[in-house]
Each structure stands twice: as C-alpha cells, then as structure tokens.
C-alpha cells in the first residue's frame, strides 16, 4: 500500500509545524455512534465481498454490479434515472455502460416516443449475472435476520430507511417497492 504523501509547494518540502501523535482511541464512551458507524463498514465490507469475487472474474467492478442490479429491478429505465440513483457522473456512467452492453449484459433502446431517450433492459446474460451476485447477498441478510424474528426484520428495514437523506426517502421508497 502506497504512502499518503500531501501535496507541497513549488520551494519544496512543505514546512509543517507537526502536531504530536494522538494515542489514544476515540471513544465509544464519548460518542456511542462510532459503534454503529463501525459495524455498518464491516458490514458492508462482507455484503460486497461475496460479489466482488464474481465480479472479479468478468473484470468487472462495484459500478458494474450496482448498474447491474438497478437495470434489473426496472427493465426500460432510462440512463437519465440511472444517473439520479447512482449519484455517478455521465462519464462514469458511461464507461461501465459501455462494457456492459459490448459484454452483452444490458440492451439500450431508443425509447419509443422519444428517440433521444436512452432505455436499459437487461439481457438474458444479464438476468443471470445479476441473480448470481444477488443471490449470496440475499443469503447474508436472511441468515442476520433469521434470529431477529418479524420485529427485528421490521427495525433494521426502519433504520435503514431512516439512514436515507430525507430528501430522498419518498423517491427511493417508490424505487424499492415496485
């Protein structure tokens, strides 16, 4: 792993009056929050895991499976949507699109009334691949929730509505539950 140099002036070496070393940790005692904070780094850490190794094997990464699993979830949408979700820019965006329609994955149409319009379905390839990443995402979660019981299912889908920018909860719940 690569050293974290900062950037310094045209005279050389920056001259950085050095702070002294902290030693000792943040609390959890002070800011109960790290606890939670943690937990959903680790967490995410595993839930991408299982999928990155598949994704591996295509050359493919993370942008690749998120575009993957949204074109998926609502065949005929538009790239302009897929923006918005994604919070990517339009280079970003294309670039993966590309590969994935060159690969086969995803198919894009003019749209019909509008011929600008640029529609995403996935192929049959893409089905696939998209349930072959889903599926040990979707095995993770049933086997963390299985001893919560109906309750617990009920507040970790509570509590990560509620960790959604409030700006955005009534659009992403429209998303998710079509």
Known sequence: MAD??????????????????????LSVQ????LVLIELLFYA???FVSD???????????????????????????????????????????????????????????PGPVDRRQRLLYPTAKGRALDQ?????QAERIRTALEPLGPEGRLAAERFLRLMIDPSERDKVAQMIEQ
């Open 132 to 136: 072959r990443l889903t599926e040990p």
């Open 30 to 33: 002070e800011q109960p929050e």
């Open 4 to 25: 974290i140099n900062f950037a310094t002036d045209s005279k050389g070496p920056a001259s950085v009056q050095r702070d002294e070393s902290v030693k000792t940790p």
């Open 51 to 109: 999928p990155d190794v598949v994704l591996a094997k295509f050359q493919f990464g993370r942008a690749h499976h998120r575009v993957v699993h949204f074109v998926n979830r609502h065949p005929g949408m538009r790239v302009a949507d897929l923006l918005d979700i994604l919070k990517i820019t339009k280079q970003s965006l294309g670039r993966v699109l590309k590969q994935l329609i060159d690969t086969g994955y995803i198919e894009q149409v």
């Open 44 to 46: 995410y850490r595993d």
